[in-house]
């Protein structure tokens, strides 16, 4: 059901934690799904220098969070905004179509991040703000 990518990432999440002083931090997810994503960066001349997660969900929420960091960590703001919940589920070798929704749920947290740390230095957001996950939780 899961592949091999998926469960290591599920039971050797990397970058897994809180960034003091973090510059931007985007929170997604509700809880009638049960998936909820707090993403963490920090961000040096428009570079992702670091990205932390904190995720209360199940394995494949928490293995996509942490491929998510590991897809941006170290690109610019411009690249990272190009991170798709395709591009996720591709680097893990795919997801069961019941947990689709949380490889949507780790690119939503990226923007959030990016949204929130674009608000704190001023810069106008060029980019589609994600909601709730209230479309795909109704999915399944």
């Known amino acids: 059901m899961y592949s091999d990518k998926v469960k290591d990432h599920f039971q050797n999440p990397r970058n897994v934690g809180e960034i003091p002083n973090a510059d931007g931090i985007g929170e997604v997810g509700n809880q009638k799904c049960g998936d909820i994503m707090k993403m963490y960066l920090k961000i040096e001349n428009d570079v992702i220098v670091d990205c932390k997660f904190k995720t209360y969900g199940c394995g494949a929420a928490i293995a996509t969070s942490s491929m998510a960091t590991e897809l941006v960590k170290g690109k610019t703001i411009q690249q990272a905004l190009q991170l798709t919940n395709k591009a996720v589920m591709e680097a893990l070798d795919g997801l069961p179509p019941v ?18 740390y674009y608000k704190k230095i001023g810069r106008e957001i060029d980019f589609e703000v994600p909601g709730s996950c209230d479309a795909c939780c109704h999915s399944h």
Request: hydrophobic share 55%; aromatic share 0%.
């Open 99 to 116: 947990k689709v929704h949380c490889s949507v749920l780790a690119e939503e947290a990226i923007k959030a991040a990016l949204a929130d």
